[in-house]
């Protein structure tokens, strides 16, 4: 990302935090809930049907717009399960503004909830939801190329359990004709993705298909059930040097060392993703089969009650106590 771009969109962000501001005279804007590789998120109202709505904004800057491509993206998946729609693209005062459904929190945020560990029955639940929403996205011709517990979302209200994609900004499509370049990565590198969860293609920076995305996934699975993966905390003199260190353990590491004390079916689901051709299909149902057969072995019930349902109903009733208590 430009500096000057990152020094002006943080400039422009203080500016707007105390103005009563209002976009296209449709929308107001509210607080700051987050921010992606080249925007910010805020929470925003409706003026119209007063809903509250999440709006993405982007300053303006000498370069491509990338948010109109994130929401071509999502319009090109509009009517799947866990793809939040897009209400509106506009313009607006030096920013290209995408306002779509407001979610709930991330997986990121629930497993900080969560004291940085899921039980083995909420990161089954996940891995069905996750593995449907991919092979959606891949249907429709697109790799997400970000796969992070940062961006996935739980819906609100009766979406509450139903997990949502979003953060787009890095999908692409599938080329009809799949060209795989230097696979030793002589030429110079760059990282597409996430360092942590990034698949070895995008550590190289090079064409990406629907593995890489399932590879992207299998680790944060493991992150869930872990708490960390292996190629964390590797010490190193510089970001550079780090993203070698993470590249070189995740080729070399075998698939029994990396889901080692885990059930035998993330080993499976691992070896299924390395036995992949590049541009061949995966086995989507296969993976899921594997994991609801775990599900239904260690007997567990399909409720929909994740560890952030049952920590969140503790606290409420911990609360209610105390306020019996004290009257």
Request: net charge negative; proline share 3%; hydrophobic share 35%.
């Amino acid at each position: 990302m430009h500096h000057n771009y990152t020094s002006k969109l943080a400039y422009k962000s203080s500016q707007m935090k105390n103005l009563d501001i209002r976009i296209a005279g449709k929308y107001q804007l509210q607080r700051r809930i987050g921010g992606g590789g080249f925007g910010d998120v805020y929470i925003g109202t409706s003026l119209d049907t007063g809903e509250e709505v999440a709006i993405k904004l982007e300053y303006v800057y000498e370069g491509p717009p990338l948010l109109e491509a994130e929401a071509d993206v999502y319009r090109l998946l509009a009517g799947g399960v866990g793809i939040p729609r897009v209400h509106d693209y506009l313009f607006e005062c030096e920013y290209n503004v995408m306002v779509f459904d407001l979610l709930g929190p991330s997986l990121e945020d629930l497993f900080n909830f969560c004291d940085r560990r899921f039980s083995l029955k909420t990161v089954l639940m996940l891995a069905d939801q996750l593995l449907y929403r991919l092979e959606f996205i891949h249907s429709k011709n697109i790799i997400h190329r970000d796969i992070k517990p940062e961006n996935f979302l739980m819906g609100t209200g009766r979406y509450g359990n139903q997990v949502f994609v979003t953060d787009l900004g890095l999908a692409t499509e599938r080329r009809a004709i799949q060209i795989k370049t230097d696979p030793t990565g002589a030429s110079k590198r760059h990282l597409i993705g996430t360092a942590r969860f990034a698949s070895i293609n995008g550590h190289l920076g090079i064409l990406q298909d629907r593995c890489d995305d399932l590879e992207s996934l299998g680790y944060m699975l493991l992150y869930f059930l872990r708490g960390s993966l292996p190629w964390q905390g590797l010490t190193a003199k510089d970001h550079a040097q780090k993203e070698d260190l993470v590249l070189e353990k995740k080729k070399t590491i075998s698939t029994k060392d990396l889901c080692r004390d885990l059930p035998r079916e993330f080993e499976t689901y691992f070896d299924h993703i390395r036995s992949l051709e590049f541009d061949e299909t995966p086995a989507y149902a296969y993976l899921r089969k594997i994991f609801l057969n775990l599900f239904a072995r260690e007997g567990f019930e399909r409720d929909n009650v994740f560890d952030w349902t049952i920590l969140k109903y503790l606290m409420a009733h911990d609360e209610e106590k105390s306020c019996e208590k004290s009257r």
